[in-house]
């Protein structure tokens, strides 16, 4: 961290600024994914039924989702740079909770504890790697959120490997992870701090590049794929390693690593989707990735045990890539609102996932697990509302 250059004007990618808030994303989603990755562990030691499941990811996602586009835009207007070690502080106190607490409503306050880190983290960064971006916003998109996507996909494989054998107190070594993420957040936000400094006196350009009728609209559809995808997303993330082990009798490990190649494919649809959308556009890859994946939802439900591990990975690596082609379309539609935005697609999307957890776990108790897959399959027939959104031209004559 001390190669890390003086803060400057955005001319240039500054690679070391963008990796290491990569590597903090990737520190803070390992922490996260803990939760869903002991899932099966929690089941058995508190009996918990599946609407319990996913009230514990309702409690994380949704304090994430209430409070993110309230600390976003509060941070539009008066950026915090050092609130970016508070959030590990946060996080740290969850993932300890997750490991010691001794009855299910400390679960919840827990996960809660986690959601608030997260809700703190994200705006704040994602301002960070745009101000280093040097103006290829797509790929510092992606490189930001592939930390987070090989985080969580590393959490189910270290569950599996040490979680799993030396029982739920284990995961409290994870909370190491939140410490040497708060060092390195203090060296980050020392440079942005900096770089606030030296920009404190230029205006920032907030004039919408549309109308403000069809910025709402154009941002409300963004939400709605957001919101699908996140959905489909929660369906495997909280639910595909009880799928496996119900519908093909795999033990415990081999459904978390099946998870891991799923969560792998989802980082690796990460890293394409952003220089995708900075050579081709934002729209190009929305629409490839969010109706591209239909066939694959479609047929999961009806394959085995190999070709689900085969169809998951496809599906991951085509539903990821568009994540960041959104966040960059919006911020373009949102221009000088970075921390809204990250609030709005970070916090809000991925809250209202959080309800469909809820919902699904639900759906899971009443009608069985595969039913669940049966209805998700369906979710990506939303990405035909792409149409609505406005074209690349009309943002530039903006």
Not at 95 to 123: E, K, Q, R, T
Not at 171 to 191: D, K, M, N
Not at 254 to 275: D, E, I, N, R, Y
């Amino acid at each position: 961290m001390t190669a890390i250059p003086q803060p400057r004007a955005a001319q240039a990618t500054v690679f070391p600024i963008l990796l290491a808030v990569s590597a903090c994303h990737m520190l803070n989603d390992v922490m996260q994914s803990m939760l869903s990755s002991i899932y099966p562990i929690l089941k058995h030691d508190f009996a918990l039924q599946y609407w319990q499941i996913g009230l514990l990811t309702l409690a994380f996602q949704g304090t994430a989702s209430l409070l993110q586009p309230a600390i976003g835009i509060y941070t539009d207007a008066k950026p915090q740079p050092w609130s970016l070690p508070l959030a590990s502080c946060c996080t740290f106190l969850g993932v300890m909770g997750l490991a010691f607490a001794p009855s299910y409503p400390a679960l919840i306050a827990a996960a809660m504890l986690v959601g608030l880190g997260s809700a703190i983290f994200h705006p704040e960064s994602s301002r960070v790697a745009r101000v280093a971006s040097g103006g290829r916003f797509g790929l510092a998109q992606s490189v930001f959120q592939v930390g987070g996507n090989f985080g969580t996909s590393i959490g189910p494989l270290l569950a599996a490997f040490v979680v799993l054998p030396f029982g739920r107190p284990s995961v409290a070594i994870f909370a190491a992870l939140a410490v040497l993420s708060g060092i390195v957040l203090t060296q980050v936000s020392r440079w942005y701090a900096g770089h606030l400094a030296a920009r404190a006196k230029r205006p920032v350009d907030k004039t919408l590049p549309v109308s403000k009728g069809r910025t709402i609209a154009a941002i409300s559809v963004l939400v709605i794929l957001t919101f699908s995808k996140n959905a489909y997303m929660a369906s495997l993330h909280s639910y595909y390693t009880f799928y496996l082990i119900e519908s093909f009798g795999v033990d415990t490990r081999t459904a978390q690593l099946m998870l891991f190649l799923f969560l792998g494919s989802v980082a690796a649809g990460t890293v394409l989707g952003g220089p995708v959308a900075d050579r081709f556009g934002p729209m190009v890859v929305i629409w490839i990735s969010i109706l591209g994946v239909l066939p694959f939802t479609l047929a999961l439900p009806h394959v085995g045990l190999v070709a689900s591990g085969v169809l998951t990975v496809c599906i991951g690596l085509i539903l990821a890539s568009a994540f960041s082609a959104i966040v960059v379309l919006a911020q373009e539609l949102l221009p000088g609102r970075v921390g809204m935005v990250a609030g709005i697609f970070f916090g809000l999307s991925f809250g209202m996932g959080g309800i469909a957890a809820a919902g699904l776990g639900l759906m899971a108790d009443h009608w069985g697990i595969r039913t669940v897959y049966l209805i998700c399959s369906t979710l990506p027939v939303m990405g035909v509302l792409t149409i609505f959104l406005p074209k690349r031209a009309e943002l530039i004559r903006g």
